[in-house]
Each structure stands twice: as C-alpha cells, then as structure tokens.
C-alpha cells in the first residue's frame, strides 16, 4: 500500500496562474479531505468529500475547486493564484469503517506564489 | 461548535526530561480524541488515539487519557529523547467522521 500520495512535491506559480494539485489513495477510502498548513500554524481544512461525487466546503474554500469522480482521487484546483495561497497542502482519508476514522496523511504539496 | 485547545510551544526540553502536552476539547457529541506527530518536512502521522472516557492511548512511549470529567486528552512521555523533536497535533472527531477539528500544534525540541 502506497497510502495518501500527493503531487507535485513542490510548485512556484506566477499571480494568476492555475494549477492542480493531485491526491491519490489507494486504501479505498471513502472520506477525503484538503487542508492547507501555513508557517507554524495548524491546519485548516478547504475542502472534503464523503465520497465519489459528493464534496463540501471546509472552514477556507474561497479560491479553491474539487472534484471526485472516483474513489481514489481527489484533486485540488486553484484558479488565479494569489499569494495568499502560499502554503503547504495535505490531502488526507478516512474511512468509516475504522470506527474511529482516524486519518491518513500525505507528505504535501509546499506551494509558493510570487 | 467543536474545538480543541492545546498548549503553547515551543517547548523544550532536555533529553531524559518527562513530557507533558496539555490538549482540552469541546464537542457537541462523544468524539474520538488523537494525537499526531508532524516531523520536519513531513506529513503528519497518527501518534495515537482514544474512542471513548477513560481509554488510554499509547505508542513510542507516549501516552494520552481521555478524560470527559474535564474534556481533556494531555500528551504525556516519561523520558523524551532528541528524535521526539517535532510538532504535535491534538485533534477530535465526531461519530459522523465528516470533519477533524486540529488544535494549533506544539513544537518540541529535546536538546542532548
């Protein structure tokens, strides 16, 4: 088992630019979720999804898109990047099934907007 | 609404010291109380977890209780040693598993 894979590791976008950050779980996993980590603080959650199809905002979704269309992937879009966005992304599972749906992380996508 | 509260770093600590992170939670409901661990450069790793009163968790040396009596899950290690440094997550989550609430983490560094 792979786990949460993310990608890119790392991204430098320009104010403005697009892009897409990947997640992929291979645990099948119905619950997904974004967080985004900024310099020492906690984690706040963008987004998150009870499975295919279904997705719902987290506490800071502005600036930010999902979508699932299959179980294992849930990838992040962010349309014209800002640097307020510079972070540190997660994307995490868990399954109800474990009871205490404990989540599993991925090692994160750090994103730099200039 | 839910929330959980954990102390404020940084800590540090001489390696041999015992350790205590302090974590309180509100919750509407009876959550499932964790621990993560987030080393440099990393993702963050389940420490340990409590699903109901009183259960104890434990991994690596480490150990949290979960009390109800006064809503609290506080880290604790009799011996830390210098690959303990890293941040530490307190976090809970209702029956329904939709949300996690995270506190704000507390950075440890264990000096030789």
């Known amino acids: 088992n792979a786990g949460v894979t993310q990608t890119p590791k790392f991204r430098i976008l320009k104010i403005g630019q697009s892009m897409t950050l990947q997640c992929t779980q291979d645990?099948?996993?119905?619950?997904m979720y974004w967080y985004r980590q900024d310099p020492g603080m906690g984690l706040k959650l963008i987004y998150y999804?009870?499975?295919?199809?279904?997705?719902d905002k987290g506490e800071v979704p502005n600036g930010y898109n999902v979508s699932r269309s299959t179980t294992e992937d849930f990838p992040l879009r962010l349309e014209l990047a800002a640097p307020s966005q510079t972070s540190v992304y997660f994307c995490a599972s868990s399954s109800p099934g474990q009871g205490a749906y404990e989540q599993y992380f991925g090692p994160g996508t750090r994103l730099t907007v200039t | 609404g839910d929330s959980v509260t954990q102390m404020e770093g940084p800590v540090t600590l001489s390696e041999e010291a015992f350790l205590t992170i302090n974590c309180t939670y509100t919750?509407?409901?009876?959550?499932?109380l964790f621990w993560y661990v987030q080393y440099p450069g990393e993702g963050l790793q389940l420490l340990l977890k409590a699903t109901k009163a009183d259960d104890k968790g434990s991994n690596k040396g480490f150990e949290a209780t979960y009390r109800k009596e006064t809503t609290s899950f506080h880290l604790e290690k009799g011996s830390v040693q210098v690959s303990d440094s890293a941040v530490y997550f307190c976090?809970?989550?209702?029956?329904?598993?939709?949300?996690?609430?995270f506190g704000t983490g507390t950075s440890l560094t264990v000096i030789p």
């Open positions: 999804s009870v499975g295919a199809g279904i997705t």
């Open positions: 919750a509407t409901g009876y959550p499932s």
């Open positions: 976090a809970l989550s209702e029956f329904t598993g939709n949300q996690f609430y």
């Open positions: 645990m099948n996993h119905n619950y």
